[in-house]
């Protein structure tokens, strides 16, 4: 079994920064590939960025690419997710999901993720 908790959401304006982390606890965490995804109201979730277990595979959604980047601390049991240039379509719930499967499994969906943490809110707004 894995817990996940997110933390670091909040307001932020256009522009700005945040830096969100995902602390797991349980099983061996290096083990598991971790994605972060993101539900705005009114839509689906959707996958935002994953990482190998290892941290050495990275991958991303085209909407998120070149300002988030997803990285872990294998030793803190925490995976986090820098977001940079923060725009208003990113505002969400970002949630945070654990599998032993491979991290380009994540790309294809939140679909069949075992364990899911409770969600931190972005909003982006001025």
């Known amino acids: 079994q894995v817990q996940l908790v997110e933390s670091g959401g909040g307001l932020v304006q256009p522009g700005s920064s945040l830096r969100l982390s995902c602390a797991a606890s349980g099983r061996t965490f290096s083990g598991y590939a971790v994605g972060w995804f993101r539900q705005a109201p009114g839509k689906e979730r959707e996958f935002v960025a994953s990482?190998?277990?290892?941290?050495?595979?990275?991958y991303y959604a085209d909407s998120v690419k070149g300002r988030f980047t997803i990285s872990r601390d294998n030793a803190k049991n925490t995976v986090y997710l820098q977001m940079n240039n923060l725009e208003p379509e990113d505002t969400a719930v970002y949630y945070c999901?654990?599998?032993?499967?491979?991290?380009?499994?994540?790309?294809?969906?939140?679909?069949?993720?075992?364990?899911w943490g409770k969600g931190t809110l972005v909003t982006v707004s001025s």
């Open positions: 999901a654990a599998d032993s499967r491979p991290a380009r499994t994540m790309t294809g969906g939140s679909g069949g993720m075992p364990y």
């Open positions: 990482v190998s277990g290892s941290g050495a595979f990275e």
